[in-house]
Nanobody, 127 residues
Framework: EVQLVESGGGSVQAGGSLRLSCSASINIKNRYCMGWFRQASGKEREGVASIVGADVATYADSVKGRFTITKDSDKNTLSLQMNSLKAEDTAVYYC?????????????????????RGQGTQVTVSS
């Protein structure tokens, strides 16, 4: 059974930074589409960023230039560096994984189809 465990969430003021990490129980090198998704209270889950292969990354327009997704295949860890955080980034952030071809879909579809997910970590940004 694949397990994903997120860490690194917390509370920060607008303009600050946080780094999320996701530890995977599987060898994530090349074979998986890995991504970060978020769900704010009362809203649907949305895609934030995903990565496949060594460094083919996709970002939501709302986070481009502020967030960076990276993958360390040796440590089976996925990370999300979040800079210049805004109040609207407040949400529970989930790490997710799925077959590599899913990274060819748009992020909204990935949010639906990457079904292996962690328990989530809360990010709260105060303005």
């Amino acid at each position: 059974e694949v397990q994903l465990v997120e860490s690194g969430g917390g509370s920060v003021q607008a303009g600050g930074s946080l780094r999320l990490s996701c530890s995977a129980s599987i060898n994530i090198k090349n074979r998986y589409c890995m991504g970060w998704f978020r769900q704010a209270s009362g809203k649907e889950r949305e895609g934030v960023a995903s990565i496949v292969g060594a460094d083919v990354a996709t970002y939501a327009d709302s986070v481009k230039g502020r967030f960076t997704i990276t993958k360390d295949s040796d440590k089976n860890t996925l990370s999300l560096q979040m800079n210049s955080l805004k109040a609207e980034d407040t949400a529970v952030y989930y790490c997710a994984a799925g077959p590599d071809f899913l990274c060819g879909l748009d992020l909204s579809e990935q949010a639906r189809r990457l079904t292996v997910r962690g328990q989530g970590t809360q990010v709260t940004v105060s303005s």
